[in-house]
């Protein structure tokens, strides 16, 4: 017989992975119910993943349950809170039970890594779909938010971009090139918390690149009211992008390919120095890959000449 609602709910979501001390009630009541803090701000969000629109029906379960809470935690990372709850909202088509072994499997050990409880959620029937709601704490007034960029600002980027963009071009047989951390990328991103932390009270502001780096730079540039140029020959890219790039002459990818899951954050010049210490106490790195302006929009430098672009990114609701 097929598992029932709150016996799967018991049997793989309510055994707690992390027991925080500050959560008062967990799983099976109407709410949890947590310990709020008066020195720290709560940080909220929620991302759903929806089966065909941000994954492949038939991607391995254990990568997607890392990549759903993942998504979340890189929030939680890009305003440099401290990850602390999940709830989880389940939409299935059926109980397949070893699928959803292996998407808590995935999902805990990612949980497990930052000490984050999954403290209620919902389970319905429909076509596949997961939300995650993840919770995080910074302390008061040290969020890093979207809208301090000022002129003279670096820009930095956590890590390569455009890998995940060609992990998907991978599995929908756009390329013909093999690359396992391409593939890596786009099913098991990392959220870069331990970064986020790092630049409270140095960023400026700070996003995550979720829909590319041109959007997502864009969102700091329109909340900040300034503008960027951004030298391309800096980005970091991993050997396969750079590969990619050579062979098929598509050097936009690192600028409008979703899905990496770095950090673009800018600093002030008077904190570069704090920045540098901090990266190397904490063993990070961080790679400087333009300046904010005054004038607004995106500007892209190559070898110091203008290079031809338009923003673009991936939007679930085009304007036609
Ligand atoms: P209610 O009907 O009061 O909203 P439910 O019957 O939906 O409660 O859920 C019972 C309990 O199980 C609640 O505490 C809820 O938070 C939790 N829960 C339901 N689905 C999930 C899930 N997928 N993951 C974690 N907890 C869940
Ligand atoms: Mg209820």
């Known amino acids: 017989m097929a598992l029932g609602e709150f016996d799967l709910i018991r049997r793989y979501f309510a055994a707690p992975s992390v027991r925080r001390a500050d959560t008062r009630l967990s799983i099976g009541d109407d709410c949890a119910l947590l310990a709020a803090r008066e020195d720290h701000e709560l940080a909220i969000t929620v991302d759903t993943l929806v089966s065909g629109v941000h994954f492949l029906p038939d991607v391995d379960p254990e990568a ?172 970091p890219l991993t050997d396969g992008v750079r590969r990619y790039i050579a062979t098929t002459g598509d050097w936009r990818l690192p600028l409008v390919a979703g899905d990496d899951y770095e950090l673009c954050f800018t600093v002030p010049p008077a904190h570069r120095d704090e920045l540098e210490q901090r990266l190397a106490k904490a063993g990070l790195a961080a790679f400087p890959i333009g300046q904010i302006h005054a004038a607004p929009g995106l500007r892209l430098r190559k070898n110091n000449q203008p290079l031809d672009f338009t923003r673009q990114g991936y939007e679930h609701f085009p304007q036609t």
């Not at 040290?142 to 971009?161: E, K, N, T």
């Not at 960023?203 to 041109?214: E, H, Q, R």
């Open 64 to 235: 997607l349950g890392h990549k759903a809470l993942a998504v979340n935690l890189s929030d939680l990372a890009a305003m440099g809170a401290d990850p602390a709850w999940i709830t989880l909202a389940l939409t299935l088509p059926q109980v397949d039970e070893a699928w959803l072994a292996a998407f808590a499997r995935g999902m805990f050990a990612l949980a497990q890594r930052y000490g984050v409880e999954l403290v209620g959620g919902d389970t319905t029937r429909g076509p596949l779909s997961l939300t995650i709601q993840a919770m995080g704490w910074v302390p008061n007034g040290q969020a890093l938010r979207r809208s301090g960029a000022r002129a003279g600002d670096v820009i930095y980027v956590s890590g390569p971009l455009g890998a995940a963009g060609l992990g998907l071009k991978i599995r929908l047989g756009q390329t013909t090139l093999a690359d396992a951390e391409a593939i890596r990328c786009l099913e098991r991103p990392e959220p870069r918390v331990e970064l986020g932390r790092c630049l409270r009270g140095l960023a400026s502001a700070c996003i995550d690149i979720s829909d590319g780096l041109a959007a997502d730079l864009g969102h700091i540039l329109d909340q900040s009211g300034v503008g960027a140029e951004l030298d391309v020959e800096r980005l």
